[in-house]
C-alpha cells in the first residue's frame, strides 16, 4: 500500500521505502485525506449529471471522471507544494474554492427532491406570466366588444318594447292593432337584432382568440421552461432556504459538514508537523546548496583571483600605485 499512496501523492516509492514509520503514515494520512475529495467529486458529478440534469450514463460518467481527475491533480499539486506566505495562502483560497463549488453541487443532489417542487413553481409561475400577456393583449378589444354588445343589446330591446307597445296599445299611437307603425317599429327591431347579433358573434369570436392564443402561450412556456438548468435549479435552492428556516439549518450542517470533507487536504497540510525524513530532506537540500555556493566561489578564484586572493590584490594595487613602463 506504501508503494500505492506514493505514487497517489507524487512521491518516489523507491525512496519512501526508507522512510521512517512516522513518515510512512503520514504519506498514508495525505492519500488518504486526497481520495476523500476525488470520491466525492465522482460520485456527486455522476449523479449531478445522471438524476439532477437528467444527462445520459456515459455522459455522466465522462463527466465524473472528468471532474475527479481535476480536483485529484488540484489536491495533488496542493500536498506537493512548499513555499513562502504566497503559496500559503493560494493554497487556502484554492481549498476555499474547491471546496465551496463542491458543497454546492452536492447539495443539488442531496436536496434533489425539495429544489424539484420549487422549480415546479418556478414553471408554473412562467405558464401564468404567459397566460396574463395574452389576457392584457386581449382585455381592451374586449372590453370595447362587450361595451358594442351591451349598447346594441340595450338598443334592440328598448326597440321590441316599443313595438309591443305599439302592438298592444300602451305606447306610441295608443291604437291597440299590428297597424303601419308597429310593423315599422318591429322592422327597426328586427335590424337592430341582426346588430346586436353580429357584434356578440364578434365577442364570441375574441373570447375563442382569447382562449386559443392562451392555451397555446401556455403550451409554448411549459416546453420552452427547462426545469434541469444548473443555475435555475441553483436560484431555486437559495430561495428555499431563504424562506424556510428549518431547512436553512439542515442545509448550513450538510454544507459544513461537505466543506470540511472538501477542505481536509489543505487543513492536513498545514496543520501536520514535518516528519523527520523531510526534516533530513531539507537538511540535504541545505548542505547541497551550500556545497554548491562553495564550489562556485573555488572555481570563481581562477577566472577573477584579485577579488578572493590578497597577494594578487596587494600585487594589483602597488602596480597601481607605482606605474612603471619600459621606456622609463
Not at 2 to 10: N, P
Not at 41 to 56: R, T
Not at 111 to 117: E, L, Q, R, V
Request: glycine content about 4%; charged content about 25%; overall charge positive.
Amino acid at each position: 500500500m506504501l508503494k500505492f499512496y506514493s505514487i497517489l501523492i507524487g512521491e518516489n516509492p523507491n525512496y519512501t521505502k526508507f522512510y521512517q514509520p512516522a513518515s510512512k503514515r503520514k504519506i498514508a494520512l495525505y492519500a488518504n485525506c486526497l481520495m476523500i475529495p476525488v470520491i466525492l467529486w465522482f460520485i456527486n458529478s455522476y449523479l449531478l449529471v445522471k438524476h439532477v440534469l437528467e444527462g445520459g450514463v456515459i455522459a455522466a460518467l465522462i463527466t465524473a471522471f472528468i471532474a475527479s481527475f481535476i480536483i485529484f491533480i488540484i489536491e495533488r499539486a496542493i500536498i506537493m507544494s512548499t513555499g513562502g506566505r504566497a503559496i500559503f495562502w493560494f493554497r487556502v483560497f484554492l481549498g476555499l474554492l474547491i471546496a465551496s463549488l463542491g458543497s454546492i453541487s452536492m447539495d443539488e443532489v442531496i436536496f434533489k427532491h425539495d429544489i424539484d417542487n420549487q422549480v415546479a413553481k418556478y414553471k408554473q409561475t412562467e405558464i401564468n406570466n404567459a397566460s396574463s400577456f395574452v389576457d392584457q393583449e386581449f382585455v381592451q378589444k374586449i372590453d370595447f366588444q362587450q361595451s358594442l354588445v351591451n349598447q346594441r343589446s340595450i338598443e334592440w330591446k328598448g326597440a321590441l318594447q316599443a313595438a309591443k307597445d305599439e302592438s298592444d296599445g300602451s305606447g306610441g299611437s295608443g291604437q291597440k292593432r299590428v297597424g303601419k307603425i308597429a310593423l315599422f317599429k318591429m322592422d327597426i327591431a328586427s335590424k337592430l337584432e341582426s346588430d346586436y347579433n353580429k357584434e356578440n358573434q364578434e365577442l364570441i369570436s375574441l373570447k375563442t382568440a382569447l382562449e386559443t392564443r392562451k392555451a397555446n402561450a401556455k403550451l409554448k412556456a411549459e416546453s420552452d421552461f427547462d426545469g434541469s438548468a444548473l443555475l435555475l435549479r441553483i436560484r431555486a435552492m437559495f430561495d428555499l432556504i431563504a424562506q424556510d428556516g428549518f431547512m436553512l439549518g439542515v442545509y448550513i450542517l450538510f454544507t459544513l459538514f461537505l466543506f470540511c470533507l472538501e477542505f481536509l487536504v489543505v487543513v492536513i497540510k498545514m496543520s501536520s508537523k514535518e516528519s523527520i525524513d523531510e526534516e533530513l530532506e531539507k537538511a540535504r537540500e541545505a548542505l547541497l546548496r551550500a556545497k554548491t555556493k562553495k564550489t562556485l566561489q573555488r572555481t570563481e578564484i581562477f577566472f577573477n583571483p584579485e577579488s578572493f586572493v590578497p597577494a594578487v590584490q596587494n600585487a594589483k594595487a602597488a602596480l597601481q600605485r607605482n606605474p612603471t613602463s619600459i621606456f622609463s
